[in-house]
């Protein structure tokens, strides 16, 4: 049976800790930050928790991971 293929542009958007929970970037850190406050794109930088209603989906698209 062949190998099974990750899933690249998953692979660049979620890493997973050790205890195999997966991290995502933070929307709304990309454009129009003048209007946003120092704390708030600060807070922006930090990675978040995928929620439990898409981990399983996200989960197959890295089978190595």
Same mark, same amino acid.
């Given at each position: #049976?062949?190998? #099974?293929? +990750? ?5 660049? /958007?979620?890493? *997973? ?5 997966? *991290? &995502?970037?933070? @929307?709304? @850190? /990309? ?8 704390? &708030?794109?600060?807070?922006? &930088?930090?990675?978040? =928790? =995928?929620? +439990?209603?898409?981990? &399983?989906? *996200? ?7």
């Amino acid at each position: #049976m062949p190998k #099974m293929k +990750t899933n690249k542009g998953t692979k660049k /958007r979620f890493r *997973i800790t050790a205890t195999g929970k997966l *991290i &995502r970037k933070k @929307a709304g @850190a /990309r454009h129009l930050l003048t209007a946003k406050s120092q704390g &708030r794109k600060r807070r922006l &930088r930090k990675g978040a =928790v =995928v929620g +439990t209603a898409n981990i &399983r989906s *996200i989960k197959r698209l890295l089978p190595y991971a």
